[in-house]
């Protein structure tokens, strides 16, 4: 009797490194890194020569705290479009920091709460705040703790962290704070001092969503591919069918069938809800 599936591949799926292959009946099941996040994977089928790529969420930005995305060749790809808009064009995450740097050495009296999620934008956004040389201790919402523990028993250095809890409020003038993009409005947010707020993520790139959010600093940061990653990596694939899904599939269709690509969109049950980042 054949498995039905997910019968015993669990704890398989769980321990499969990128690169090795797990057979399951028929079918080849193998991992590459997506980029997106710490252990954040594209999966590759394989069945009667012929080869699926689902990539999951990903982007090709390089990330010092995420596997490289790797590019793979295949006859079909199920490819994300959360950004997949010709507006979408991502700048530079480091010349994203320097606007925070600048404003942290002009608002000496200040803190900046930045709201990032807890997993992988925070520990994104504190890296690239080190690698632009800033030593000073960065102060965390408890709900953004453990995971930055985690990223450093995997050897990704965050630097010095504490804890908003542990000091008192004239400690953090001046500081960065890093808290969950719900804490921004929250009362959490009184115990800065005068915070200038700042928000990381792709989205930050819609003014309209910045003054919704009360932003002062949007930081455009994002951990998904923009528009010209997106068209460079599909015909890259030379993949014969194009399917798309979670986000702007229409206009990376229209875009896919303009390329002569035979491109359709994908609707996944209970992925109807618009894309967060």
């Excluded at 079918?27 to 394989?46: C, D, F, K, R």
């Excluded at 899904?245 to 491109?263: D, F, M, S, Y």
């Amino acid at each position: 009797m054949k498995r039905r599936y997910g019968e015993n591949c669990a704890g398989s799926f769980q321990n499969l490194e990128y690169g090795k292959t797990l057979h399951i009946d028929d079918v080849a099941v193998t991992l590459y890194p997506a980029g997106h996040i710490l252990g954040s994977a594209q999966v590759l089928l394989e069945y009667l020569g012929q080869r699926v790529v689902a990539t999951g969420d990903y982007k090709v930005t390089p990330d010092s705290t995420a596997q490289a995305f790797d590019l793979v060749k295949c006859d079909i790809f199920i490819t994300e479009a959360t950004f997949g808009l010709p507006v979408f064009q991502h700048p530079k995450p480091e010349d994203e920091i320097a606007k925070l740097m600048q404003s942290v050495q002009q608002k000496p009296e200040r803190s900046h709460l930045i709201g990032a999620y807890a997993l992988g934008k925070t520990q994104r956004v504190i890296k690239l705040i080190r690698e632009a040389g800033y030593d000073d201790p960065i102060f965390l919402h408890g709900a953004n703790e453990k995971l930055c523990d985690y990223y450093q028993q995997q050897n990704i250095s965050l630097g010095r962290l504490e804890k908003v809890s542990s000091v008192n409020k004239d400690t953090m003038r001046g500081a960065i704070v890093i808290a969950p993009p719900g804490a921004l409005k929250d009362r959490w947010s009184r115990r800065m001092p005068d915070p200038v707020m700042c928000y990381a993520s792709g989205w930050m790139g819609v003014k309209q969503r910045a003054k919704q959010s009360l932003v002062e600093l949007p930081l455009v940061i994002s951990d998904h591919a923009d528009w010209n990653e997106l068209t460079q990596i599909i015909p890259a694939t030379e993949a014969e069918q194009i399917w798309i899904t979670h986000g702007r599939e229409q206009a990376l269709v229209h875009w896919c069938q303009g390329q002569g690509l035979h491109a359709e969109p994908l609707s996944i049950q209970g992925r109807e809800e618009a894309p967060v980042e």
